[in-house]
């Protein structure tokens, strides 16, 4: 099993361009989150999926969008990049339920100038 | 809103070091704790995870946690620390009722042979 894989693995993008990062996982888990991460502040949760076709916003949703394509993929969308977004982006999943472990894929360093 | 918090940004220690790190959290309810690591260049792992029942909780790589309730802490042990545990290690927390994660700033862990 792969687990969580992501792509792309590295981006740069200019202000205003937009991009889609994706996510799958083969787990079957109903789960799916997109964190991102930067220095000093740990991982702080962009939107998460309880199940197919649902989606909640976390902590810092703005500027981004998801998509629950199905059950295996979740993508995170930026629809017009700023450099506030420069950070690491890591997808997740688990589980539903309570205090499952969360499984993250390897990451997504996005840089934007 | 809940948090968590771990006090010691980075730590510097010598192989065959003690260590223990910070974690405290806010919320007074049920919650299940958990403890990731993050090795340079990698993506998170579970270290260990606490639901209920003994307190004393063990993982992997000889590291261990205890959950003190009424210090509303989880702090992460390991009696002697090597070289290859220099890392990342995020406290997090989740409480009953949700499925979200919630990561404290993490530790930045620099052991030196």
């Known amino acids: 099993n792969a687990g969580v894989t992501q792509t792309p693995k590295f981006q740069v993008l200019k202000t205003g361009q937009s991009m889609t990062l994706q996510c799958a996982q083969d787990m079957n888990h109903n789960s799916m989150y997109w964190y991102r991460q930067d220095p000093g502040m740990g991982l702080r949760l962009i939107y998460y999926?309880?199940?197919?076709?649902?989606?909640d916003k976390g902590e810092v949703p703005n500027g981004y969008n998801v998509s629950r394509l199905n059950k295996r993929e979740f993508s995170l969308r930026l629809e017009s990049a700023a450099p506030s977004q420069t950070s690491v982006y890591f997808c997740a999943s688990s589980e539903t339920g309570q205090g499952y472990e969360q499984y993250f894929g390897p990451g997504t360093r996005l840089t934007v100038t | 809103a809940q948090s968590v918090s771990q006090h010691n940004h980075h730590v510097i220690l010598s192989e065959a070091a003690s260590l223990e790190l910070g974690c405290n959290y806010s919320?007074?309810?049920?919650?299940?704790l958990f403890w990731y690591v993050q090795y340079p260049g990698q993506h998170l792992q579970l270290l260990l995870k606490y639901f209920s029942g003994d307190p004393l909780v063990k993982g992997i790589k000889g590291f261990e946690a205890e959950f003190i309730k009424s210090k509303f802490s989880f702090n992460l042990r390991k009696p002697s620390v090597q070289w290859s545990d220099t890392a990342e290690y995020f406290c997090a927390v989740i409480t009953r009722g949700t499925d979200k994660l919630i990561f404290g700033t993490g530790t930045r862990l620099q052991v030196f042979p």
């Open positions: 999926s309880a199940s197919e076709g649902t989606t």
């Open positions: 919320y007074g309810g049920t919650v299940n």
